[in-house]
């Protein structure tokens, strides 16, 4: 399988706890992005990558989120004292600079009690 | 950070009719105007895509029509099917990442 790769699938955490999603991009694609969907919701931007430099982040993304993507390869999203507004399916999607398309994995979906 | 405006949230449809959903855009500096369909339990996939240099783009039985004056664009489905149902999103970038609209839960009766 060569698409847009994400770990865990699902998280169930308390309240408080930190959390890491893992993502796996296209191996070609030099853009990462993260979005957040809720219920009945459009993906939110959170922020985004060109190799491995964050070119930006949402000014809705509090301090408690940080993502990295080392090496311009994989990347990773921590989220630090859970809330429980934190809940929702977190996306990755992937593309080439120069064409716009992004392709996105099946998600993360985050519950915290 | 909403700056497409997406209607209606859900649409109902019977087999073989035409689904229209609409968008609204806000920044006239958008040139790409794509719709996504997204699936339960599924990350969102890319539909059908516009640029705003041609009025209309047509892909087996879906079809963007844009419309630069009143700065929206559309997406029809003709010949609806029950494989349709889905969630569909249109979006614009902004700075190198898209904006999506609040998506539309299409449902075709069979």
């Known amino acids: 399988d060569t698409g847009v790769s994400q770990d865990p699938r699902h998280k169930i955490t308390k309240r408080g706890q930190n959390v890491t999603f893992r993502c796996d991009p296209i191996s070609e694609h030099n853009r990462l992005y993260w979005y957040r969907q809720t219920l009945g919701q459009g993906p939110e931007f959170l922020t985004y990558f060109q190799n491995e430099a964050q070119l930006e982040k949402s000014r809705l993304l509090s301090d408690r989120f940080s993502a990295e993507r080392p090496k311009g390869s994989f990347s990773t999203l921590e989220i630090q004292r859970t809330e429980q507004g934190d809940s929702a399916m977190y996306l990755c999607a992937s593309s080439l600079e120069r064409t716009g398309e992004l392709f996105f994995g099946e998600g993360s979906r985050l519950t915290v009690l | 950070q909403q700056q497409v405006k997406q209607s209606p949230q859900s649409l109902i449809v019977q087999k073989g009719g035409i689904s229209i959903i609409n968008c609204a855009y806000e920044?006239?500096?958008?040139?790409?105007f794509p719709w996504y369909q997204q699936f339960p339990g599924k990350g969102p996939a890319l539909l059908i895509a516009i640029r705003p240099d041609v009025s209309e783009k047509k892909e087996g039985r879906f079809t963007i029509s844009f419309n630069k004056s009143a700065k929206q664009f559309s997406l029809h489905i003709m010949d609806s099917q029950p494989g349709d149902s889905a969630t569909y999103f249109c979006?614009?970038?902004?700075?190198?990442?898209?904006?999506f609209g609040q998506g539309t839960e299409l449902s075709v009766k069979p």
């Open positions: 979006a614009a970038p902004r700075r190198g990442k898209l904006i």
């Open positions: 920044n006239t500096a958008f040139d790409y």
